[in-house]
């Protein structure tokens, strides 16, 4: 609001001032668009904790169609993605787009926020009547204070990294509450310097 009323005032004939202005107000428009996207989200999964009819999902090929859309963006960042997938089949009940937003929301917090190691591997794997999906990064890892308040809303671990890569806060809590309808579990391990493993495991179907 206060860059609209100084571009309609003392501004209003600077040039220089009017594509700095807008500029920023672009951002912040972005910003808070994506905010209010993540909390409708939030408030639409509070409303439905329980998922009450779902499909077969194969989580291979919801890993997959999230990688071929994230590909530009990782290779903005320089992060190489790579894949391992053991002996499946991943077939899962749940909601294929909740999944890929699942998918998608770890993929990417692993590229941005692990970019200095340069790739990240997401893997899924069968063990002990689990299917298991996991997304590691080679970054600079997270404290072991920070891990158990990932998933509050609105919690960072890096306030500035955080605004600096576009991220709400949300994310994680999004994730979290997705899980909880698919009954499966988010584990995190993580050590300073070595990087970030995020764990998703799903009951195998019966």
């Known amino acids: 609001t206060g860059f609209i009323e100084t571009l ?9 001032a009017r594509e700095k202005f807008l500029g920023i107000m672009q951002q912040q428009a972005e910003r808070m668009a994506r905010l209010i996207d993540d909390l409708l989200s939030l408030s639409r999964l509070e409303m439905r904790p329980v998922l009450s009819s ?3 999902v194969d989580l291979k090929s919801a890993a997959d169609h999230v990688l071929d859309a994230l590909r530009p963006m990782s290779a903005d960042l320089e992060v190489t993605v ?7 089949p991943f077939l899962v009940e749940g909601a294929r787009d909740e999944l890929i937003q699942v ?30 999906l996991s997304v590691r990064d080679f970054g600079p890892g997270i404290a072991a204070e920070h ?10 671990v890096d306030a500035g990294a955080s605004r600096a890569q576009k991220g ?17 579990r988010l584990t995190v391990n993580s050590t300073i310097g070595q990087g970030s493993e995020f764990v998703v495991g799903f009951p195998a179907p019966g």
Not at 168 to 184: D, E, F, P, S
């Open 147 to 156: 891990i158990p308040r990932l998933t509050e809303r609105f919690y960072r």
């Open 82 to 88: 790579e894949k391992n997938y053991s002996e499946g």
């Open 54 to 56: 779902g499909q077969t």
């Open 103 to 132: 998918i998608e929301n770890l993929v990417e917090n692993a590229c941005k926020y692990g970019r200095a190691g340069k790739k990240v591997i997401v893997a899924l794997s069968r063990n002990a009547g689990e299917i298991r």
């Open 8 to 16: 309609k005032g003392p501004a209003r004939n600077d040039a220089a």
């Open 168 to 184: 709400t806060g949300l994310g994680l809590a999004i994730v979290k509450h997705i899980l909880n309808r698919h009954q499966a």
